[in-house]
C-alpha cells in the first residue's frame, strides 16, 4: 500500500461518496485500520471497493449509516476482496483451452518412429562395434 498521506487522502473520497465527513481522528483510525488489515490493497482498489459498494451491483450494499467506522470500512474492503479473488477465477475459467496446433496423428507418426528405429539401431551398432575394439 502506499504512504499514509495517500491513504488518508483516499479514505477521505471514500467517505465523500457517502456523504459522509470524518474529522481527522477518524481518518487516523481509518488509516491505521487499513493499513493493519489490507495490507495487500493498493490505493486503486480501496477506491474502487468504495466506488462498487455505491452501486450494490457486485455485492449486497454495506450502508455506513452516518459513520466512517472501521466495521463499516472492514465490510466494504473484505467484500471487495471476495468479489476480486471471484473475479480472477472467472477469467481464469474463461479462458479458452489452448490451441495445440503441433500436435501430430498417431497415423503421422508411425513413419518418424520407423526412422528413429532405423538410426537408434545404427548408433547402437556402432556404440557395441567401437566398445569390442577398446576391450
Not at 4 to 20: P, W
Not at 24 to 30: G, H, L, Q
Not at 88 to 106: F, G, M, Q, Y
Amino acid at each position: 500500500m502506499a504512504g499514509e498521506k495517500e491513504l488518508q487522502q483516499t479514505l477521505v473520497y471514500g467517505a465523500l461518496m457517502y456523504g459522509l465527513k470524518p474529522d481527522k481522528i477518524e481518518i487516523d483510525i481509518a488509516t491505521r485500520f487499513t493499513k493493519k488489515n489490507y495490507p495487500t490493497l493498493t490505493l486503486e482498489n480501496v477506491l474502487e471497493a468504495f466506488e462498487l459498494n455505491t452501486t450494490g451491483k457486485n455485492w449486497t450494499l454495506i450502508e455506513p449509516y452516518g459513520s466512517f467506522s472501521n466495521l463499516f470500512i472492514g465490510k466494504v474492503l473484505t467484500a471487495y476482496e471476495v468479489w476480486l479473488r471471484s473475479k480472477t477465477l472467472r477469467e481464469i475459467k474463461a479462458l479458452p483451452e489452448p490451441v495445440k496446433n503441433d500436435l501430430i496423428s498417431h497415423e503421422e507418426a508411425k513413419p518418424m518412429l520407423k526412422a528413429l528405429a532405423k538410426e537408434l539401431k545404427k548408433i547402437d551398432l556402432k556404440f557395441r562395434i567401437n566398445n569390442k575394439r577398446q576391450k
